[in-house]
């Protein structure tokens, strides 16, 4: 599975920005996808995932409420809607598809398989 992340860029605080990951290459709907995100100097944490029917998903208490993930298996597309974005939200973000068996390994980065290249978000004050 290959995945190609995009959408990210500079915003000022307060904004929204949509990032998208296209995946090819295998069977999308088949894949719990995540947002990971890594600062620097620090480890790469969980954002957000998503099942893989898109009935529920899970989130990191720093996004919870301004972050939405959602899923287009027919797109083979996964977003991340950020919104009132804060300078602290600055990281490069990845997008993974993985296969983990209990939703409360959907946080666990060694459950995804796949990691797309990342895109970079920087959110200035």
């Known amino acids: 599975v290959q995945l190609q992340a995009s959408g990210g860029g500079l915003a000022q605080a307060g904004v929204s920005l949509r990032l998208s990951c296209a995946a090819s290459?295998?069977?999308?709907?088949?894949?719990?996808m995540g947002w990971f995100r890594q600062a620097p100097g620090k480890e790469r944490e969980f954002v957000a995932a998503i099942a893989r029917s898109g009935a529920r998903t899970y989130y990191a208490d720093i996004v919870k409420g301004r972050f939405t993930i959602s899923r287009d298996n027919a797109k083979n597309t996964v977003y991340l809607q950020m919104n009132s974005l804060k300078p602290e939200d600055t990281a490069v973000y990845y997008c993974a598809a993985g296969d983990p068996y209990y939703s409360s390994s959907y946080r666990d980065s060694r459950e995804y398989d796949y990691w797309g290249q990342g895109t970079q978000v920087t959110v200035s004050s």
């Open positions: 290459g295998g069977i999308f709907s088949s894949y719990v």
